[in-house]
């Protein structure tokens, strides 16, 4: 028996958007088809995560490579993970919590960005333009059908937001939540493309909020110390509690070391994608564009 998607949005709450999109279990995998796979007034289940998150508009087929920033027609959606909860009448309604793309070992945070969609469309302050597409955005939303338009409205508000600084550091700001896994070097296959001034500003903003985000920066720390006994600043081996005694004990800075253009909105951070740093080398990586990369601060600093 298959169940019928639907699509809890998150950014709207309490909505509910029908697909006509079914699961089935077939030889022991879950397999989607579609009722209608040629109506085109009708967003499939990729599209319709991407537009309702204001992410570009994914590919269909992999061309071999991504560009990053995400542009439109950019990138391929590789996964989308959903929490589900089986309802009456075969319904499965799907909660976004996780996306990832072709040819990138990293996450975006479905869950945290959506919810900042919400808190966004409750800006005080809008521009009177972005008001009127959000208004159309949660009546297409609320009404419950996933209509090809939503797309082009999504399109317009995210290109709006991001032409004000702030408005985009509360859309794109890198995720609180973060995992422990090994370094994954990524694909030659991914292009980066040049950084305007305001997107190296606003990537610069994001860069700085994974340094120091406590939650992050705990966990890394506590990570380290388990496997070394105690922290000291990885390049140069400086530790604050040797020199300060009491006073330095704990004490260490948090560093990321993927470059600004290569992070994807909303990511969720790898312990192992970060490095603890003293003062004098954290600064020293950021004094200049672009950021230096963990083994050209060694070479300076051992030559």
């Given at each position: ?20 999109v ?10 989607l ?8 007034s ?50 499965a ?41 959000v ?14 338009e ?65 939650k ?23 530790s ?28 969720v951070?790898r ?5 603890l ?27």
């Amino acid at each position: 028996m298959g169940r019928n998607l639907l699509v809890a949005p998150i950014s709207v709450p309490g909505a509910l958007l029908t697909t006509d999109v079914w699961g089935r279990m077939r030889d022991g995998k879950p397999r989607l088809r579609r009722d209608h796979p040629n109506n085109h007034s009708i967003l499939n289940v990729p599209p319709l995560i991407a537009a309702l998150a204001l992410l570009p508009d994914p590919m269909r087929e992999d061309k071999g490579g991504l560009v990053l920033p995400l542009r439109d027609k950019g990138y391929v959606i590789r996964t989308i993970t959903f929490e589900v909860q089986f309802g009456k009448n075969d319904r499965a309604i799907c909660t976004p919590l996780r996306l990832k793309v072709l040819h990138d070992n990293n996450e975006i945070d479905l869950t945290e960005r959506l919810t900042r969609v919400a808190t966004l469309f409750g800006t005080a302050g809008l521009p009177e333009a972005v008001k009127k597409d959000v208004d159309r955005y949660v009546q297409i939303v609320s009404e419950g059908v996933p209509r090809a338009e939503l797309k082009d409205i999504s399109a317009r508000i995210a290109k709006r937001i991001n032409s004000t600084i702030e408005l985009s550091e509360m859309l794109e700001a890198p995720s609180e939540n973060f995992v422990i896994q090994d370094v994954q070097e990524p694909p030659e296959t991914i292009t980066l493309s040049k950084l305007t001034a305001d997107e190296t500003k606003k990537r610069l903003v994001s860069h700085f909020r994974i340094d120091r985000s406590s939650k992050i920066r705990g966990a890394k720390i506590e990570l380290f110390t388990k496997t070394n006994g105690t922290i000291y600043c990885e390049n140069c081996a400086f530790s604050f509690e040797k020199k300060y005694g009491a006073r330095g004990k704990g004490f260490i800075e948090v560093h990321h070391v993927q470059p600004l253009a290569a992070l994807l909105p909303n990511v969720v951070t790898r312990l192992s994608d970060l490095m603890l740093l003293c003062s004098n080398c954290h600064r020293m990586v950021h004094r200049k564009a672009p950021l230096l990369m963990p083994a050209d601060l060694k070479a300076i600093t051992a030559a």
